[in-house]
Nanobody, 120 residues
């Protein structure tokens, strides 16, 4: 089994910063793409950013220039540095990872979510 454990959420003021981390553990052959999604109350879950194993990144327009996604392949960990936070960034943030298991089957795994709240 594979587990993703997130950390780093919490409360921040508008204009402030937070850094999220998500570490994957378990029986992992390799990890392809990793990413962050978020879901605000009453809204659908949306992509925030993702990153390939080689480091290519993709961002939602709403976070471009403010958020930075990165990863450490040796640690099976993905990060999300969030700067210039806005109240509309308030949501539960979920990480995911596309894992190639030892049976050579690819599966997407999700973290449990971490709350980010930005006050105005």
């Amino acid at each position: 089994q594979v587990q993703l454990v997130e950390s780093g959420g919490g409360l921040a003021q508008a204009g402030g910063s937070l850094r999220l981390s998500c570490a994957a553990s378990g029986i992992i052959f390799s990890i392809n793409a990793m990413g962050w999604y978020r879901q605000a109350p009453g809204k659908q879950r949306e992509l925030v950013a993702d990153i390939t194993r080689g480091g290519s990144t993709n961002y939602a327009d709403s976070v471009k220039g403010r958020f930075t996604i990165s990863r450490d392949n040796a640690k099976n960990t993905v990060y999300l540095q969030m700067n210039s936070l806005k109240p509309e960034d308030t949501a539960v943030y979920y990480c995911n990872a596309d894992v190639l298991n030892s049976d050579y089957r690819a599966r997407r795994y999700w973290g449990q979510g971490t709350q980010v709240t930005v006050s105005s």
